[in-house]
């Protein structure tokens, strides 16, 4: 129990805090150093920041760290926070790859300053039998890498759970993921949020709880947009549906000659007022040559009309007025995913 105000210097491999009490308001300035919370109390505000430079002695001279020369760095990285209270916690500097969050309380009110780092996915490109699996680079959990590393046919990268980490899965994280987004948000750090969204929105697609028709929608989102985050996927896919839209035009939109206008009447016997009908004969559909460039560029004008939801001045086949709504309906959604994907990434 810690009953009055203090600040704790401390070069050292580990600091156990574990079930610890602090009744009044603390720092704690550590080098090299693994620190562990779990279950402690904090009744005030508490710091732990990391130490850039050795520590000084009141007479000048600076705290040997030779014991420690073989370290590779001086980095403070937390090791659990499960049972905490985070409402009065402050990380400064702290590396969070490691650390359990599940069960802490209160963590969409943690403040996170400096530059507090989390794991990263698995960097390479790997195949699971004929596909391809390459993760997009975002801000993860150790708790995450404990789940995925445990799940049959995981690719190599993601890091296994040490002794007494326990077991959570995807329905125990949505929320982690969900507070600590929220702890972005407040502190204006849009991008670091927008990672913690994916993972919520990861966790939320492998929870065994949601119905299977939610599943597929989210599946959808993530392969479409990676839920609005990554606007190449969208860009990708926005291509993809404009040259489907162009080849079928092609082949199948574009009548084969534009139809004429044609007047037709009948002059009364013995002269007088002469009416004439103007009709305009149905788009015939295209034979012979379709692939020509005449025909490529008026199907691209369609297309990109299409991209802008407007409608070509160009007269089409049966076949292509139904190709044309379907793509004005996708590829205006198409490109609203990559602005949002570009908005959450930028945005302050």
């Known amino acids: 129990m810690f009953d009055g105000p203090m600040t704790l210097s401390c070069v050292a491999r580990r ?3 574990r079930r610890t009490r602090w009744m009044s308001t603390a720092e704690l300035r550590l080098r090299y150093t693994t620190v562990d919370f779990s279950h402690a109390v904090f009744e005030y505000p508490l710091t732990i920041a990391a130490e850039a430079a050795p520590f000084v002695l009141s007479d000048g001279r600076p705290v040997t760290e030779q014991a420690l020369a073989g370290a590779p760095d001086a980095t403070v990285r937390m090791a659990s926070m499960r049972g905490v209270d985070a409402a009065h916690l402050v990380l400064a500097d702290v590396d969070l790859s490691e650390c359990l969050f599940t069960g802490t309380v209160h963590l969409d009110q943690i403040r996170l300053e400096g530059a507090c780092t989390f794991g990263t996915v698995p960097p390479a490109m790997h195949w699971r039998g004929w596909r391809p699996i390459r993760f997009t680079q975002r801000r993860t959990l150790a708790e995450e890498h404990h789940w995925r590393a445990s799940q049959p046919g995981a690719v190599p990268g993601w890091n296994v759970a040490v002794y007494g980490a326990g077991r959570v899965g995807p329905l125990q994280l949505a929320p982690v993921y969900r507070a600590l987004r929220k702890a972005f948000e407040d502190g204006k750090h849009e991008p670091g949020a927008a990672d913690f969204y994916y993972g919520e929105m990861e966790m939320r697609r492998h929870a065994d709880d949601i119905p299977r028709s939610e599943r597929g929608l989210l599946t959808a989102y993530w392969a479409l947009s990676g839920y609005g985050m990554r606007a190449s996927r969208a860009l990708a896919w926005l ?9 079928l035009l092609m082949g199948l939109g574009l009548p084969k000659d534009a139809p004429k206008q044609a007047a037709t009447g009948t002059v009364p016997a013995g002269g007088g007022k002469v009416t004439f009908e103007i009709d305009k004969a149905d788009p015939q559909n295209p034979t012979g040559e379709r692939f020509t460039g005449e025909r490529f560029e008026q199907a691209l004008n369609v297309t990109l009309n299409s991209v802008v939801f407007r409608s070509a001045d160009q007269d089409l086949t049966t076949s292509g007025t139904y190709i044309e709504m379907a793509s004005r309906v996708t590829e205006p959604v198409l490109l609203g995913l990559a602005l949002l994907a570009v908005r ?5």
């Open 344 to 348: 959450n990434r930028v945005k302050r």
């Open 239 to 247: 291509g993809a549906a404009m040259l489907v839209t162009i080849v």
């Open 15 to 17: 600091v156990e805090c």
